[in-house]
């Protein structure tokens, strides 16, 4: 609860700190807030509290994602040198979008009434629908825009005529209430609750981009700032997976023979089209947002799983993804920028001019790619634990296997490009402070995470 | 404690050699390649031959929560596999000298790196664990291959990557199944998996799962299309890593995790697997005479021997097994010392291609003679180590199935052929341009060659030295299999 208030307070500092001439102090302190936010958060572990007449509870569950989040924004932030580089007018209102926006992703983990989880999809969805258009003067960033704010604005009336039909037929809004709701009609329920249940599903599928509601994901993506690309493949999809997962446990696990087949399919077509689709892609930033969508499709494989070890696998593959993620796309954000062009070839010869930057970028690739020594591994390998539990599914896991084979068949393409292609006239990537020191961080946290996974897959 | 130095040292050294810039990083990679052998070599001296588990153990949880260990330790076949691998490491990295690799502390330590992950998968007592190593064991030596191998390495080496994970992938599920089928909190010990009594069913779909992990490793008829291409492509060295060593990973796997996991599941494969691998034999042996280009040629005999290596422990007799455990080691020197004699000729004449080389005993005899003997080991002569192993691993075909015995022991003739119009074409006959002036060994390659054709000799006058070492391993490994 802290960190929502501290997040928007800082939100709003940080917007006046903006009037200032210097803008080289508004990045150092958003950092500070950030960490501020993130110490201050823990704070509340083990001490769970319902807030606003039981609408918000922080438990561990919630802590958890909220500390998560917080730290892939805190790790994401040093990529936007670019802006202050450039000496960019609206750098303070990013930092303050960023900053409400992880306030609607944190109302997401914590939500205990599906008014605030309404509330906090849309707090986060309209700081993206802005920050996706914020490149004012290209085309493609206004088209992804576009995009973006035209089918969220429809799935998210699909999500809320779902929240509507679910209250017509239990007569509650709070999620508990709807799970004790199913239980005292033996999970037997009117269509309309199946309807509602229905468009809920859609409606939070699309936020995660899984198949078939993952259309906009490669164009928005695409067309969008790398640097907030990367805090919708990582933020919104973690709020929004954990937001699903929460949802699922707590007001519809009884209805889970009603769900469960909705939802097998819908995570099948995301692994198969997540995969497929990166493969013929030709541009790096293209397969990123695919790569994203097959990420969905893994974590949706946790939640299906839906026994005692899926919300620790949720967590895990979140801070593996994020953390792989976030230094995927701030490197490409930087070789796109320097280089101009954001096609595999782009980073040739990158071992060459910038061992560091390769270096970080093929760790992150094999992390994606869930090769050992990585956090990815790990993150696989609690998903498929988890899924295993019921031996009935283990088809699942052979389709999900086949498919990460096929992944890395794209990840490695980029390192391919950077350590046995020539250079060329590519000449050598200015890396600010922050950014280098962010990016040896996160190369040794998942290194740490792929040797001692123990440090984060059983705090919850 | 051992076990455990044994592990960390290559990767501790290859830290250190990673920031030695120059050449001089080859030499600090030898010697530490060296002290790694020398810690093998005492850790006979700890080692109880009489008896078949696993000793100089060392366990201490990895992932508490979920039951999974760092568990290491080593049994006889262990043993040797890890004396295999430290013997012919500083022998590799001592092969290099002769060349200029650009950023060489990045070569060789990878090269150490890789060392500890081949040492891992053959003492990890865990699966997961053993997971772990098996790929770790592969990045270093993809990247070996890729960055540093001929002009068509860059798709050669992406196939052999992506065909190897796609089958681990499949031993991983496989693990996670089992791993679940274990009572209580689960846990991914050996011994646990040991005592999973699994219904037939159940076993015969794992089996394809580990399987497949293995036969692509080996590699086995018919996943052996990465293996020509690759062994071609890449720098010698990574070859020699490949062929000599990651090669055993494949069988040491079949051994330690599908055999007596799956007893059930292996009794109704063998056959099909016995008929594959002696397809390979003969199928692998016939493109080796048509090959001219020596890399390939050598690539193909190694299809042919490692499908009799597999034919005999499928066999699941101890004549078989104990062939297995011996021609890894023998199969493991004959091929590094085989490729290692290309490379000097290709070194030398730039060209590999049987038909425009010819004469060259008149200038180098002492690299006649160390060739002759090599392969005449690779062709199973008596005295040498290679009829040793083949010796025993045919009885145990034999004793399974006259008929299969007979055309796996095709391997013998075809092989003297391939080797032996190879050795001809290569040294005798008249001289070509490129040998005319052919200059015989030098200092630094006689050091490679000899300890190689010591061992020739060691292993085929003396198996009992090796046998002695495996044998109760594999009486423990038999009996855990018929139990």
């Known amino acids: ?339 101009g062009g954001e096609e595999y070839a782009t980073f040739n010869g990158l071992g060459k001019t910038n061992p560091l930057l390769a270096f970080a970028m093929t760790v992150s690739m094999l992390s994606l790619a869930g090769i050992p020594l990585t956090a990815g591994f790990f993150a696989k390998f609690f ?78 | 404690m051992i076990t455990a130095l044994l592990l960390f040292w290559p990767a501790l050294a290859a830290l250190l050699v990673l920031l030695i810039k120059g050449e001089s990083a080859k030499k600090v990679a030898f010697v530490a390649a060296l002290i790694e052998f020398a810690i093998a070599v005492f850790a006979i001296s700890g080692f109880d031959a009489r008896s078949g588990s696993a000793q100089m153990a060392l366990t201490f949880p990895w992932v508490e929560s979920a039951g999974i260990s760092f568990s290491i330790g080593m049994d006889g076949i262990s043993l040797l596999m890890v004396l295999l691998t430290t013997f012919l490491v500083p022998l590799i990295v001592l092969s290099s000298f002769r060349h200029e690799y650009k950023n ?82 689960h846990t991914s010990d050996i011994n646990a998996f040991y005592q999973l009594a699994l219904d037939s069913g159940t076993q015969s779909w794992i089996f394809w799962f580990l399987f497949i992990a293995f036969a692509i490793k080996m590699p086995i008829f018919p996943f052996h299309t990465w293996q020509p291409d690759t062994y071609t492509e890449s720098p010698t060295q990574a070859t020699m890593l490949l062929s000599g060593i990651m090669l055993k990973m494949g069988i040491y796997g079949v051994l330690r995790w599908l055999l007596p996991v799956v007893p059930l599941g292996v009794s109704q494969w063998a056959e099909l697997v016995l008929i594959l691998s002696i397809i390979g034999i003969v199928y692998a042996s016939v493109i080796a005479i048509r090959q001219r280009d020596l890399k390939r040629l050598i690539a193909y005999s190694s299809i042919a021997h490692v499908g009799l290596i597999a034919a005999g422990i499928f066999t699941l007799n101890e004549q078989g097994l104990q062939g297995g455990v011996i021609q890894m080691l023998s199969h493991g020197i004959n091929v590094v010392g085989l490729f290692f004699i290309i490379d000097i000729i290709f070194s030398r004449t730039k060209t590999r291609e049987i038909t425009s080389l010819g004469g060259i005993t008149q200038n180098a005899k002492a690299l006649s003679i160390f060739f002759m003997i090599l392969l005449l080991g690779s062709v199973a002569l008596p005295l040498t180590n290679g009829f040793v192993g083949e010796f025993l691993l045919l009885s145990g075909v034999f004793q399974y199935n006259n008929w299969f015995g007979a055309v796996a022991g095709l391997t013998i003739i075809l092989g003297a052929v391939y080797m032996l119009r190879m050795f001809q074409g290569v040294m005798f006959g008249t001289k070509s341009e490129v040998t005319e002036n052919f200059a015989d060994l030098t200092l630094n390659e006689k050091a490679v060659l000899i300890p190689l054709v010591v061992m020739v000799f060691w292993i085929g006058l003396f198996p009992n030295t090796f046998l002695s070492i495996s044998e109760p391993a594999v009486i423990n490994l038999l009996s855990i299999i018929n139990r």
């Open chain 1, 1 to 339: 609860m802290t960190s929502i208030i501290l997040l928007s307070v800082f939100g709003i500092v940080n917007l006046f700190v903006g009037f200032m001439k210097s803008r080289k102090i508004l990045m150092p302190l958003a950092l500070l807030f950030l960490v501020v936010v993130f110490g201050v958060n823990l704070l509340s572990w083990n001490e769970t509290q319902s807030y606003f007449n039981n609408m918000l509870t922080m438990d561990n569950y919630a802590v958890a994602f909220t500390g998560i989040m917080t730290l892939t924004t805190l790790l994401l932030l040093p990529f936007s040198q670019r802006y202050v580089d450039e000496n960019d007018s609206n750098l303070a209102e990013y930092y303050s979008l960023l900053l409400f926006s992880l306030v609607g992703a944190i109302m997401m983990v914590s939500y205990e009434n599906m008014i605030m989880l309404f509330v906090g999809i849309e707090i986060l969805s309209v700081a993206m629908y802005v920050l996706a258009g914020s490149d004012k003067k290209s085309l493609r960033s206004n088209e992804a825009a576009l995009k973006y704010l035209l089918m969220g604005a429809f799935f998210t009336g699909i999500l809320l005529f779902g929240i509507v039909l679910i209250y017509g037929a239990t007569g509650t809004f709070n999620i508990t209430e709807i799970g004790a709701a199913q239980i005292a009609t033996d999970g037997v329920m009117s269509s309309m609750f199946t309807l509602g249940l229905l468009m809920l599903i859609i409606g939070i599928s699309f936020k995660i981009s899984a198949a078939p509601f993952h259309f906009w994901t490669p164009d928005v993506y695409e067309g969008a700032p790398t640097f907030f690309t990367a805090f919708m493949s990582t933020v919104v999809k973690t709020a929004g997976v954990a937001a699903f997962f929460k949802l699922m446990t707590a007001a519809f696990a009884a209805s889970y023979a009603i769900w469960f087949p909705t939802l097998i399919a819908i995570t099948v077509l995301t692994l198969v089209v997540g995969n497929i689709g990166a493969v013929v892609q030709g541009s790096a930033k293209r397969m990123l947002a695919y790569s994203s969508i097959s990420h969905a499709g893994y974590l949706l494989m946790s939640l299906i799983a839906f026994n005692e070890n899926s919300d620790s696998s949720i967590l895990f593959y979140s801070v593996a993804y994020s953390t792989a993620t976030v230094a995927a796309f701030g490197i490409l954000q930087m070789v796109a920028h320097q280089r």
């Open chain 1, 383 to 460: 998903v498929f634990t988890a899924v295993a539990q019921d031996a009935s599914l283990m088809w699942l896991i052979v389709v999900a296997v086949v498919l990460a084979a096929v992944g890395i068949y794209y990840y490695l393409r980029v390192v391919i490009a950077m350590y046995m292609q020539p250079a060329g006239n590519y000449e050598t990537i200015r890396v600010g402070s922050f950014a280098s020191f962010m990016l040896i961080f996160i190369t040794i946290l998942t290194i740490l995470l792929g040797i001692a996974p123990a440090l984060v897959s059983n705090i919850i």
């Open chain 2, 104 to 185: 060489p502390n990045v070569f060789y330590a990878l090269i150490l790196f890789m060392q500890t992950g081949l040492v891992g998968v053959f003492v990890a007592l865990d699966a997961f664990l053993f997971y772990f190593f098996w790929e770790v064991a592969l990045i270093p030596v993809y990247f070996i291959a890729a960055v540093w191998g001929g002009e068509r390495r860059i798709q050669v080496t992406f196939k052999f990557f992506v065909y190897t994970i796609f089958g681990s992938l499949f031993m991983l599920a496989a693990f996670v199944y089992l791993y679940l089928q274990t009572p209580g909190t």
